[in-house]
């Protein structure tokens, strides 16, 4: 994606917070920043979604789980797009944050479907080929 430079105006006391944010994640000023608007417009466009940080750095999750937006999707697609399966699997999910899900979905296919092939991509060979220490010790 091509970027334009544009010039604005924020409080000192944003441009410090994004500063230390950009310190401690070790990412410069522009990056942070620009990663913080992507956020912001995602959520506005789809409210009830939020980005927090994991293991695997920020991804979208539903308000108020630890429920990553391509989880749903994943489960979603394995009960063949069946939206009552759905919602009986996340039965503790309400209608408003399953609906959320799948609209982030509709907005962010390419980022969902490359988060569901990550997870697809984790064999257990591929496991004990990256991580040779949990195979079990031979006798």
């Given at each position: ?16 917070g ?34 927090n ?79 040779p ?7």
């Amino acid at each position: 994606m091509a970027s334009i430079q544009k010039s604005m105006r924020i409080p000192e006391e944003m441009l410090e917070g994004i500063q230390v944010i950009a310190r401690e994640r070790n990412m410069d000023f522009s990056t942070v920043t620009k990663e913080f608007l992507e956020e912001a417009i995602k959520m506005h466009r789809c409210p009830g979604i939020v980005f927090n940080a994991g293991v695997h750095g920020r991804r979208a999750r539903i308000a108020g789980t630890g429920i990553e937006v391509w989880e749903i999707i994943a489960a979603y697609k394995s009960l063949d797009e069946d939206y009552g399966r759905l919602q009986a699997a996340f039965h503790w999910l309400s209608e408003p944050q399953l609906r959320n899900a799948l609209a982030y979905y509709r907005l962010y296919p390419d980022e969902i479907t490359h988060l569901i092939e990550q997870n697809e991509a984790w064999t257990p060979k591929h496991v004990s080929e990256t991580f040779p220490f949990l195979a079990g010790s031979a006798a």
